[in-house]
């Protein structure tokens, strides 16, 4: 492709698009950058090789169960079973934006490198497209509807609910914070003895500051150069990876004069397997357009974004209203009538298999 001119500087968008992606983000980003977000090979298979394509429903394979072996006496016909095959379904979240700047390199970056001033605010505004998209899809999975759907969605998500949200703001003084058997048993209660799929925790900043003067949050160490031993930013709660971040979900909840109830506030804690969201990033056609206008306030530019995301869960699947023709909103992301456990219309998947689960404390 041609190189385009952005304030008379040469501007090549495929340039502009790697320069952009090695650019550290600074931002509180915590739950976009983790490990808990990864892809899903064949849906991305079936939607990044499709112009225009929104939405796709994937195999998801069911396992074979030891519970159907039977007895051999030498004189008993082998019965055999199959595996049940599943569909999960995908969606496509594309997002766009463009910025216009008059007299862009002189007046706003004041000298500063055009292609780092530039990329450096592209890199972060990624970054926070990326969280609200994750935070979006988790308060979707997190609603699901236990009223509506077919009967066996119903009861899938009324079971995944009841096992998967670790509520303890009913409970009085300390007990309603966080403490050392919280993480640990909000695990066990979602996965009971398969809980070793779920890797790391993400919370807000005053649930890390609770177990920071409890002393059960232990922050990772390193020896450096001179043999001094260092602390990391990085932290572990019963061995479990922790990232603090202030975007996490918080609720104010005002006083009960009626219950003799103070005001307080609902903190959402996630704790999540590796991989266990899918926001696979695709890209666009053209990711990346500059535009020179030379008469308009005596001369400016713009710079249009584009992006295309697929989205899922491990283990759930995104069921497409009707009224999803292009693109998946945050509010199409987050309205939990749109996800379901996976099933085949007559058994769901176990919910023990599914790596997300929801604390809510308050603190």
């Known amino acids: 492709m041609a190189e385009t001119k952005f304030d008379s500087k040469s501007f090549n968008p495929q340039a502009f698009g790697a320069y952009v992606n090695r650019i550290p983000n600074t931002i509180k980003t915590e739950l976009a950058k983790s490990g808990a977000v990864g892809a899903n090979e064949q849906a991305r298979g079936a939607l990044s090789n499709q112009t225009g394509a929104l939405y796709a429903r994937v195999p998801y394979f069911g396992r074979i169960s030891g519970k159907t072996s039977q007895n051999n006496d030498g004189a008993t016909n082998i019965n055999s079973t199959a595996t049940t095959t599943y569909e999960q379904g995908f969606v496509v979240a594309r997002r766009m934006d463009a910025w216009t700047e008059r007299n862009f390199s002189t007046n706003i970056t004041a000298g500063v490198n055009f292609m780092d001033n530039v990329a450096a605010q592209i890199a972060d505004y990624k970054m926070e497209v990326k969280q609200a998209m994750l935070l979006a899809i988790l308060s979707g999975v997190f609603s699901m509807s236990t009223s509506a759907g077919t009967a066996i969605q119903k009861s899938a998500a009324k079971e995944f609910l009841a096992g998967h949200v670790y509520d303890i703001t009913g409970k009085t003084g300390d007990e309603a914070m966080v403490g050392a058997a919280t993480l640990n048993a ?178």
């Open 186 to 363: 909000a695990m066990q209660q979602a996965c009971g003895d398969n809980k070793s799929i779920f890797k790391l925790v993400i919370m807000h900043s005053a649930v890390a500051t609770n177990l920071e003067n409890l002393r059960l949050l232990k922050y990772m160490t390193y020896t450096d150069e001179d043999g001094i031993q260092r602390d990391l930013s990085l932290g572990t709660w019963n061995g479990r990876l922790v990232l603090v971040d202030d975007g996490m979900p918080t609720e104010a909840v005002a006083a009960d004069s009626g219950k003799g109830t103070a005001a307080y506030t609902k903190y959402t804690t996630y704790v999540l397997g590796e991989g266990s969201i899918i926001l696979d990033d695709i890209g666009d056609a053209v990711p990346y357009e500059m535009s020179r206008d030379p008469k308009t306030n005596g001369g400016q530019d713009t710079l249009y974004v584009r992006d295309g995301f697929i989205c899922g869960v491990q283990g759930l699947s995104f069921e497409k209203p009707a009224s999803i023709t292009a693109s998946a909103t945050n509010t199409d992301l987050s309205t939990g009538a749109n996800w379901s456990v996976i099933n085949d219309g007559t058994n769901a998947i176990p919910h023990k298999s599914i790596a997300l689960a929801k604390i809510v404390s308050k603190g």
